[in-house]
């Protein structure tokens, strides 16, 4: 089945630091979609950006991060860290096929606490 | 945006207990999940559906059944509870496949002694 990684559980850094959130994927499917969802301190997880398109970067709310089905990878990225950063953020995969709906596999997930 | 109510917010049971936990989506969705937040596991797909009387397997099924009464209601149970199942459930629903997003509700703690 399918299956998603996330390298780093905790992820500690300093705010204006550049961050980035590793995910690698597996899946038969050779028309993925890949999602970062983020979930804030007793909040419900909530999509931050996503894409399904190779080598084409997608940005939103500062965060960007491309696809690249050559490494199965999908890493979030962003320039400068901010303190309202910190959160829970779960890298996930979903492919179309038998009325899956978006049947999504998480990540194990990557918490990120951006201090001053 | 997408309105998933879950219910109850927290609760409590005794192993060997009986728990069924509600969520209710007021957007005409026709996909429904059920997941399970745990530290270090992320959160896993229990059962989902694609429509009203509809039910399919996910990851994580056993010890678990689900039933979708409607479009709007998808119900998780719990018929003997046992303390592995304390966990944070996630009740969701999307529009369509693929690509689209996922609406979460706000959680049911579920503590099972």
């Known amino acids: 089945g399918d299956s998603v990684t996330q390298t780093e559980g905790l992820v500690t850094l300093t705010e204006g630091l550049p961050v980035m959130l590793n995910c690698t994927y597996q899946?038969?499917?050779?028309?993925?979609?890949l999602f970062w969802y983020v979930q804030h301190l007793n909040e419900s997880p909530r999509l931050l950006l996503k894409?399904?398109?190779?080598?084409k970067r997608t940005e939103h709310q500062g965060f960007h991060a491309t696809l690249h089905k050559s490494s199965s990878s999908f890493h979030l990225q962003k320039s400068s860290a901010q303190l309202s950063d910190s959160a829970l953020y779960y890298c996930?995969?979903?492919?179309?096929?038998?009325?899956?709906?978006?049947?999504?596999?998480f990540g194990g997930g990557t918490r990120l606490t951006v201090r001053p | 945006e997408a309105a998933v109510t879950q219910s109850p917010r927290n609760k409590v049971t005794v192993t060997g207990g009986n728990v069924t936990l509600s969520c209710r989506q007021t957007?005409?969705?026709?996909?429904m999940y059920w997941y399970r937040q745990d530290t270090g596991h992320g959160l896993r797909l229990i059962h989902y559906?694609?429509?009203?009387?509809?039910?399919q397997i996910g990851d994580v099924p056993d010890g678990y059944k689900a039933t979708r009464t409607t479009q709007e209601d998808f119900f998780l149970l719990l018929e003997l509870a046992s303390p592995s199942q304390t966990s944070l459930y996630f009740c969701a629903s999307s529009d369509r496949e693929g690509d689209t997003e996922v609406f979460f509700g706000k959680g049911t703690r579920l503590t099972v002694v």
């Open positions: 996930a995969l979903s492919d179309r096929h038998n009325n899956a709906g978006a049947k999504l596999t």
């Open positions: 957007n005409s969705h026709n996909y």
């Open positions: 559906s694609y429509g009203a009387g509809n039910l």
């Open positions: 894409s399904f398109t190779d080598n």
């Open positions: 899946t038969i499917y050779s028309n993925p979609f």
